[in-house]
């Protein structure tokens, strides 16, 4: 395997799959599948979650919510579905290890960064929950940050698309995807790939993002031994 500790980064938009509830079983079991494809090659994996499909911070204050509380609000999303996650994991059979950044004693345990690196080497799957525990940040600004404390080789962002590319492939048929692109390319371009808490944060500690198809059987297995199947800033 090309990288030897990932940071898999999940929307939990897409967790919603089809159905009109929160979670899709269907898109949980995929995930899983796929994680422990790459679990069983030796390959650490951290995974940060998102909470959209539950809730987010920037939808507050159009239902009356203090801005700061809906943030709060998000971060719990995460936590439900970092847990949803965790428990569908184990049903593989892969040991995990939930950790939030905000605490929560009885359903997982605090963030301390030399601890999520020893689970980490124990080949235990972490799960950061709660994002980084302050709002005004995002998930993407986690797994940013996360990846960097824990010394991750590469951001692994799953999307529902296959990569960057030059405009919106979904209205745009002559869009064409990149293969690679520098940092300094893509906010040149104002590529949308991260916000800018969570680009300029990779960027500065020079860690390597991929973007790529989540929903492609096998995709994150061929990422991970590092195939071309994404577009790499680096
Ligand atoms: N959030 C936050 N601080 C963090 C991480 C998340 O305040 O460190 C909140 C924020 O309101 C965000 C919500 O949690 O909108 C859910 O996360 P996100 O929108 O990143 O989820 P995704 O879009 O990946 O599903």
Excluded: W
Excluded at 102 to 116: T, Y
Excluded at 136 to 161: H, M, N, P, W
């Amino acid at each position: 395997m090309k990288y030897k500790r990932i940071l898999l980064k999940l929307s939990g938009e897409a967790l919603m799959g089809s159905k009109n509830g929160n979670i899709d079983p269907a898109v949980l079991e995929q995930y899983c599948e796929e994680i422990k494809l790459v679990k069983d090659q030796g390959v650490q994996v951290a995974i940060v979650i998102g909470g959209g499909n539950i809730f987010r911070g920037g939808q507050a204050e159009t239902l009356g919510i203090d801005r700061v509380q809906g943030d709060y609000m998000g971060m719990l999303a995460t936590v439900i579905n970092a847990m949803a996650l965790q428990s569908a994991l184990e049903r593989h059979g892969v040991y995990t290890r939930l950790m939030a950044g905000i605490k929560m004693e009885q359903v997982c345990e605090p963030f301390i960064r030399r601890r999520a690196i020893r689970h980490l080497e124990k080949h235990r799957i972490v799960i950061f929950g709660a994002g980084i525990g302050n709002p005004y940040f995002t998930t993407d600004s986690t797994a940013s940050l996360r990846a960097i404390e824990i010394q991750a080789d590469v951001v692994l962002k799953g999307t529902r698309v296959d990569g960057v590319y030059t405009k919106d492939p979904l209205k745009f048929p002559d869009a064409v995807r990149y293969k690679s692109l520098s940092f300094q390319e893509a906010y040149e371009k104002n590529l949308s790939i991260m916000d800018m808490t969570a680009f300029t944060l990779c960027m500065e500690n020079k860690l390597p993002i991929i973007v790529f198809d989540m929903n492609k059987k096998g995709n994150l297995l061929r990422i991970a031994n590092g195939e071309e199947a994404g577009t790499l800033i680096s």
